[in-house]
């Protein structure tokens, strides 16, 4: 039997890279997923079929992570999908980096609206419907270790993430859930590069132990052993998965 087979599985932000690795991944091992896309239906549906041509089940549902009536309605429409949800990723984000001069008011506001108070909403909707023994990872990032120009409202949300993870262990521990968060490094994703130039790129894979980009799998890996059975002595913790990059 697969691993995570009868699980069900909400993934946000996964009709693309980190995102849909890990819901391929977890597809693979037996769990029914959710694919939630903000604006990207045809991503979302090229992730779907995916996913089913190779015998997996998931189901596609848009929600915009920054409204709390959409976060409710990806619960609402996963159970009545699937009648359950036993894992949640956290992995939608928005990164905007600019110069403290430069950030405007709606940069602040995005940020914070969808990696700060999604995240937060969406555990809160798990904690209503997981039964014992579901899963929560967020997303926060290896910045948070450094001094990077321009990434100080990104950081700070993603800061904001990780103590989340950290106050709500002993809520869920009392349902035998355990939460935790991942903070990768530069990950090869249209989140990373766009916008970076070549040689840009170059210098930050020499801060790292490998002298390369993590890949999606690399973060879906560690998902994997987050979600498993062998996990559930593992909650409130930040897992830094960046090849030694702080």
């Not at 599985?9 to 959710?34: D, F, K, N, P, Y």
């Not at 926060?140 to 990434?151: D, I, L």
């Not at 909650?235 to 090849?243: A, F, K």
Request: charged residues 20%; glycine residues 10%.
């Amino acid at each position: 039997m697969q691993a995570l087979s009868g699980k069900v599985a909400i993934i946000t932000g996964s009709s693309r890279g980190i995102g849909r690795a890990v819901a391929e991944q977890l597809a693979g091992l037996g769990a029914a997923v959710v694919i939630n896309y903000s604006s990207s239906p045809e991503k979302a549906a090229e992730v779907v079929e995916g996913i089913r041509s190779k015998g997996g089940s998931a189901t596609a549902i848009q929600a915009d992570l920054s409204k709390l009536e959409d976060v409710e309605r990806l619960f609402a429409e996963t159970v009545a999908a699937f009648g359950q949800v036993d894992i949640l990723i956290n992995n939608a984000g928005l990164m905007i980096t600019k110069p403290i001069a430069e950030v405007t008011e709606a940069d602040f506001d995005k940020q914070f609206a969808v990696n700060v108070k999604g995240t937060f909403f969406a555990c809160q909707q798990a904690f209503k419907v997981m039964e014992n023994h579901g899963r929560i990872i967020n997303f926060s990032t290896s910045v948070t270790g450094q001094m990077f120009p321009a990434y100080s409202v990104y950081a700070g949300t993603k800061g904001a993430v990780e103590q989340f993870t950290r106050q709500l262990a002993k809520e869920f521990g009392s349902k035998q859930i355990t939460i935790n968060a991942i903070a990768p490094g530069p990950v090869n994703t249209e989140l990373f590069t766009v916008g970076k130039s070549e040689q840009q790129i170059e210098g930050i894979k020499q801060m790292n132990a490998f002298g390369r980009l993590g890949e999606p799998e690399d973060i879906a890996n560690v998902i994997e052993f987050l979600v498993s059975a062998q996990a559930q002595w593992v909650t409130g913790q930040t897992l830094r998965v960046n090849g030694g990059f702080i």
